[in-house]
């Protein structure tokens, strides 16, 4: 992993809300949010922590106060320690153990869960599949994309906690030409065990065990 600079943050909140944008269908007049941000403008740096917070606050929640936050390049020694974060819809097409590298062999159409007494249909593989389409050119020197990761310690294991999809297909790609560096946001702190998304998390195998259970019995599938 290359170690590039400092962030912060407001540059977290900056780079999450880009990739998070199309979905939020916000009004045009508040893109400056992101397209011409001051970083130095407290105010903008506030509005963009409220929108991101509005609907990413059960992940954004977990990160630890004294978190350590890096501008980094992922090299491909990386990549085996490149997890996603612990949610049910991955759970499949990471071959049950959130590994990026399984998805490789995993993702697949037709996923989905019984949630809360409804089907919840789950198509990972589709967006992957969109997103190879405009990453075909990915240079790390020049893109303006960044995945998010948090880390115990910073020699890992990572989780990446933005940029799930953008990360699958950029694994993909890597497998017909090699693309790495990949540029990322490293979020590192001791106390990242007690982040309920982080494969590192102190009661990550209750999880998987659980989930586990969901997928035999055909609650997930």
């Known amino acids: 992993?290359?170690?590039?600079?400092?962030?912060?943050?407001?540059e977290v909140n900056l780079h999450w809300l880009r990739s998070e944008w199309s979905k939020l269908q916000l009004p045009d007049e508040a893109r400056y949010l992101i397209d011409s941000p001051n970083l130095n403008d407290s105010a903008q740096n506030g509005?963009?922590?409220?929108?991101?917070?509005?609907?990413?606050?059960?992940?954004?929640?977990?990160i630890p106060g004294n978190a350590r936050y890096r501008?980094?390049?992922?090299?491909?020694?990386?990549?085996?320690?490149?997890f996603i974060l612990t949610c049910w819809d991955w759970f499949l097409d990471t071959g049950r153990m959130f590994a990026l590298t399984n998805t490789l062999t995993h993702l697949q159409h037709g996923r989905g869960g019984d949630i809360g007494g409804r089907r919840v249909p789950i198509d990972h593989l589709r967006i992957v599949e969109e997103k190879i389409a405009y990453m075909r050119i990915h240079e790390a020197d020049v893109s303006d994309e960044y995945l998010i990761l948090v880390a115990t310690k910073e020699s890992g294991p990572y989780t990446i906690i933005d940029g799930t999809h953008r990360a699958a297909a950029l694994l993909k790609e890597h497998q017909g030409k090699p693309a790495t560096p990949w540029n990322?946001?490293?979020?590192?702190s001791m106390n990242m065990t007690a982040n309920r998304?982080?494969?590192g998390f102190v009661d990550a195998p209750q999880i998987v065990s659980g989930l586990n259970d969901l997928a035999n019995e055909g609650t997930i599938w």
């Open 197 to 199: 998304w982080h494969v």
């Open 184 to 188: 990322a946001i490293l979020i590192d």
């Open 1 to 10: 992993m290359i170690f590039v600079g400092p962030a912060t943050r407001d």
């Open 71 to 82: 501008y980094v390049r992922v090299e491909e020694d990386e990549l085996p320690r490149l």
């Open 47 to 62: 509005e963009r922590s409220r929108i991101l917070s509005a609907s990413r606050h059960f992940i954004l929640d977990y």
